[in-house]
Antibody, heavy 117, light 107 residues
Framework: VQLVESGGGVVQPGRSLRLSCVVS????????MHWVRQTPGKGLEWLAV????????YYADSVKGRFTISRDESKNTLYLQMNSLRAEDTGVYYC???????????WGQGTLVTVSS | EIVMTQSPATLSVSPGERATLSCRAS??????LAWYRQTPGQAPRLLIY???TRATGIPARFSGSGSGTEFTLTISSLQSEDFAVYCC?????????FGQGTRLEIK
């Protein structure tokens, strides 16, 4: 099992960024997937979940309405579209595989997002 | 939302000695508690789930205990790779929540 994030970088407040997470060793149809971030202010924070069947997604209040989780099964890739970025969104973003009920058994190494003017 | 509180923030222990880390939940979470290890530049690794079950490949020197609101992670004989940050996480109530972490450093 391997998860590899990409797409991080420096972006100005109010702009957008899309993160990707390519998975191998399993399929996106076999497991729910999550995005979790680590910020200096809040530590680890769960952000969003894509169920294994691609049905209803859920978001933390801090990103609801600004971030969108999606996937492309043909590319074994999970995405996080981040809009209206704020300084407090700065941090390392991880994708994580769900073992069961929001227990995370595999994580990627993370991609750094810096929101700054 | 549930708040997870870890103590101490930093723990200094000598290699070969025992380390005991604590995690407290603001509400009852039964045994739905996980521990992760974080080292710089590496992916977080699941160590313990269900409060006391070791994840695949985790050595026996790691043990977890507790239920309800009070939990403990014990590392019986510290190896060099164990000096890292440890985080607890509850997955009983939505949304899942993490503690702020305990940094385990070499004494």
């Amino acid at each position: 099992v391997q998860l590899v994030e990409s797409g991080g970088g420096v972006v100005q407040p109010g702009r957008s960024l899309r993160l990707s997470c390519v998975v191998s060793g399993f399929t996106l149809r076999s497991s729910a997937m999550h995005w979790v971030r680590q910020t200096p202010g809040k530590g680890l924070e769960w952000l969003a979940v894509m169920p294994y069947d691609g049905s209803k997604t859920y978001y933390a209040d801090s990103v609801k309405g600004r971030f969108t989780i999606s996937r492309d099964e043909s590319k074994n890739t999970l995405y996080l579209q981040m809009n209206s970025l704020r300084a407090e969104d700065t941090g390392v973003y991880y994708c994580a595989k769900d073992r069961a009920n929001y227990l995370f058994d595999y994580w990627g190494q993370g991609t750094l997002v810096t929101v700054s003017s | 939302e549930i708040v997870m509180t870890q103590s101490p923030a930093t723990l200094s222990v000598s290699p070969g000695e025992r380390a005991t880390l604590s995690c407290r939940a603001s509400q009852n979470i039964n045994s739905n508690l996980a521990w992760y290890r974080q080292t710089p530049g590496q992916a977080p690794r699941l160590l313990i789930y269900g409060a006391s079950t070791r994840a695949t490949g985790i050595p026996a020197r790691f043990s977890g205990s507790g239920s309800g609101t009070e939990f403990t992670l014990t590392i019986s004989s510290l190896q060099s790779e164990d000096f890292a940050v440890y985080c607890c996480q509850q997955y009983h109530h939505w949304p899942p929540a993490f503690g702020q972490g305990t940094r385990l450093e070499i004494k």
